[in-house]
């Protein structure tokens, strides 16, 4: 019983950590691994694989695949399925996280972007829902080099029966044709026991896209999963434009 909670309070903290994380589509930037998302979605038909692994300097760890695929129902909306196998004091986790965001409006530079974007995270061993949420990621282009990524929802923690407030804000620079740099900073908000829970989250990253097919990153993160640890993180991303 006790294992039962421990692994349903890890996975909790995980969907608290990323509920925000999906791809750009066509745009080159933050995605994969980064935790602050945008409002675009690709072309409805194209597909994408992303895998990242984290590792703390506590020896915490976290595998993740993330499919995703686009389909058009009245607007382009983007369904994935996050796959996570994570260690925390030694205790390991698997969750699957469907998830869908459709896009309300297209960004353009100096007009707001925006989505609507909801999942559900499971509890792989023992099927139990573990979270909930739903938020709306806003994309402002200041220019062809710079956007801001807002985002702001709600999360319940079923395990520990909570409402949080989630929050995210970071800045894309595209300091190359292949390179972007990604800051950021999310988090929730609301009660807990522990202070480290509604700590908020920071990363900073490159993004190298070769080509437009693949992109590689490297992450520093800082509290990604709410333990006050730093955190490194490689990710390649794999996409399949639409036929």
């Known amino acids: 019983m006790a294992a039962t909670l421990r692994r349903g309070a890890l996975l909790a903290a995980l969907g608290s950590a990323g509920v925000c994380l999906a791809g750009w589509g066509q745009a080159q930037g933050a995605g994969t691994a980064f935790g602050v998302d945008t409002s675009e979605v690709s072309e409805p038909g194209s597909c ?3 895998t ?28 994935s399925a996050q796959i996570v196998r994570a260690r925390a004091e030694g205790e390991w986790a698997t969750s699957i996280t469907p998830k869908a965001k459709a896009r309300i409006r297209q ?53 520990a029966d909570q409402h949080y407030l989630t929050y995210g804000l970071g800045v894309d620079w595209k300091l190359t044709d292949m390179l972007t740099l990604t800051v950021e900073t999310f988090g929730q908000a609301g009660r807990a026991e522990e202070q480290p829970v509604t700590s908020p ?18 992450i520093y993160g800082r509290n990604i999963n709410g333990e006050d640890a730093n955190w490194i993180t490689a990710a390649v991303t794999v996409r399949f434009p639409p036929r």
Do not use: H
């Not at 020896?59 to 058009?72: F, M, R």
């Not at 190298?208 to 490297?218: A, E, F, G, Q, V």
């Open 107 to 159: 960004s353009e530079i100096g007009s707001f972007g925006l989505a609507l974007a909801a999942g559900s995270q499971l509890d792989a061993i023992s099927g139990e829902q573990t979270t909930i949420f739903a938020y709306v990621p806003a994309t402002l282009r200041l220019s062809e080099m710079v956007r801001i990524n807002v985002n702001g929802g709600w999360l319940l923690d079923r395990v």
């Open 48 to 50: 994408k694989v992303e």
């Open 52 to 79: 990242w692994v984290s590792r703390a300097d506590n020896q915490d760890t976290v595998v993740t695949a993330n499919p995703a695929c686009v389909i058009k129902f009245g607007t382009p909306i983007e369904v």
């Open 201 to 218: 989250r920071f990363q900073a990253g490159l993004r190298l896209r070769p080509i437009d097919t693949l992109s590689l990153d490297l």
